[in-house]
């Protein structure tokens, strides 16, 4: 048998149980699906058929989600981290053992090629082993010493948390979300995001599993409307770590004021890939290509804007558009498939929606441009590539999410700089050159918060991941993730030599 035909076949044993039963939520320790719930259908990328229906949770389910976690936050709170440690090492073992359904659900629902989601449980692993070590020293702190008085501080973790997150790779940001609020010691209430709740279902399941405390982890299926407003207002929740969209972060804000939430976003970005005549061409190319197209572009950190030195551009595009053309697009189970289909029908007729965007603005589409309306009734896309753009046209400007790329050329260093900050996002930036001084100035003067040199995405668990302006406020990775997760508090302590004011002796 083929490994595609046994990754269709195994897909569809994991799968029957979302068709047979309604996928509900998971909270205080129990599956619920509430027999009068709304429910609807959850869509294949795929064909767009149903893959089972989901409960579409209420504000109540919501409540009682929130009132679990804030009951389960005292003892999960207390609890050694040597036993955290332990506890969140094991959910990493089971994660693993559950490799081959985490990925081969997640591609299902969320449409992204199997090649990369293989990884997806891995990843995922890693996020808790990386944050489960951590956790017997989060509440450690800093002495700083005056003449008369030393201060110490504690961490304590920050209390109940709400963590909202998309479908774009659904399994992994989830991971990366709750295993350092768990390691902090504080508990969660999960909203994952309605167009891909599979995995998350998986994810509780292993918490019961891996022996997690009633209430310690929950999970609210449904819109975000409903239960991700209530979550962000819920009065027990302390701090509330968003992924998605930038205007979804405006909303959470505003939800969250007040009862004075804390706020963690990882929000939408436009970022800039910089290629120097200088540069290393094939790697650059390779990255270029892999750093838009994987994925199928639906990835926060895509570099969705590729900013090429006139000097070479007419090569690089030539030979980019053979790669782009050459893009294996299909079925997301199959292993040699590299772009499949966009998670979501409104998705995908929004990103169509860039193409004749494209050629009203002027721009000329040299790859793609088309649905592949031949691979069934899935929301397929050909891998699209825009040339002649300029920075003020939509394409440039407004994040499409899905596997296009927006080429502009530019003469000068201070040209790709102006180009590249001339956005309202700030999540991260690619530059390639050889020049060693050239990157450094690079690395100063573009506006993201992350930043990569002759590489394409590389990931750093303790290193910061977040963004500026509309893609985000906060940190996430090694000890910035504590901080979000934590309180600081100092403490104060007199060495009984000072002179304390005297008043009405
Ligand atoms: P989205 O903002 O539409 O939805 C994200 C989550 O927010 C979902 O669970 C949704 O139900 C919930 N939500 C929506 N409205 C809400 C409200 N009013 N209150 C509370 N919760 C609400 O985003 P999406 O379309 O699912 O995901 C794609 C977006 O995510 C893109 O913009 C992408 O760039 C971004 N993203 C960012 C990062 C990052 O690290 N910066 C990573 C992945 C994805």
Known sequence: ???????????????????????????????????????????????????????????????????????????????????????????????????????????????????????????????????????????????????????????????????????????????????????????????????????????????????????????????????????????????????????????????????????????????????????????ALDAVVFMIYSLNGQRCTSSSRLLVQNSIKARFLDALEARVKHLTVGHPLDPNTEVGPLVHKGHYEKVMSYMDIAKEDGATVRAGGTARKDLGNGNYVSPTLFTEANNQMRIAREEIFGPVLTSIGFDTEEEAIALANDTDYGLSAYIWTNNSGRAMRMARAVEAGMLWVNSENNRNLPSPFGGIKMSGIGRDGGDYSFDFYMETKNVCIAHGTHTVPVLGA
């Not at 029957?16 to 039963?21: I, P, V």
């Not at 205080?28 to 949770?57: C, F, H, K, W």
Request: proline residues 5%; negative net charge.
């Open 1 to 283: 048998m083929s490994s595609f035909s046994h990754n269709k076949e195994t897909a569809e044993h994991y799968l029957q149980r979302f068709l047979q039963s309604t996928t509900g939520h998971f909270i205080n320790g129990q599956m619920v699906a509430n027999g009068n719930a709304e429910t609807y259908d959850n869509l294949s990328p795929i064909n767009n058929e149903s893959l089972g229906r989901v409960v579409a949770g209420r504000v109540e389910d919501m409540d009682a989600a929130c009132t679990a976690a804030e009951d389960a936050f005292p003892a999960w709170r207390d609890m050694p981290g040597q036993e955290r440690k332990k506890l969140l090492n094991h959910f990493a073992d089971l994660i693993e053992a559950r490799a081959e359904e985490i990925a081969l659900v997640e591609s299902s629902d969320c449409g992204q090629a199997i090649r990369f989601m293989k990884q997806a449980a891995i990843r995922g692993a890693a996020n808790f082993r990386f944050f489960a070590d951590k956790a017997p020293e989060a509440q450690n702190g800093l002495a700083l010493h005056q003449a008369e008085h030393t201060n110490y501080t504690l961490r304590s973790p920050i209390g109940p948390v709400g963590i909202i997150t998309p479908w774009n790779t659904p399994f992994m940001l989830a991971t990366w979300k709750i295993a350092p609020a768990l390691a902090s010691g504080c508990t969660i209430v999960h909203k994952p995001a309605e167009l891909t709740p599979l995995s998350a279902m998986l994810l509780a399941e292993i918490a019961h599993e891996a022996g997690l405390p009633d209430g310690v982890w929950n999970t609210v299926n449904g819109f975000g409307e409903t239960v991700g407003k209530r979550l962000s207002e819920h009065p027990a929740i302390r701090a509330v770590a968003l992924v998605g969209e930038s205007a979804t972060g405006s909303h959470i804000m505003r939800q969250g004021a007040d009862t004075l939430k804390r706020v963690h976003f990882e929000l939408g970005g436009k970022n800039p890939v910089i290629v120097f005549d200088d540069a290393d061409f094939d790697r």
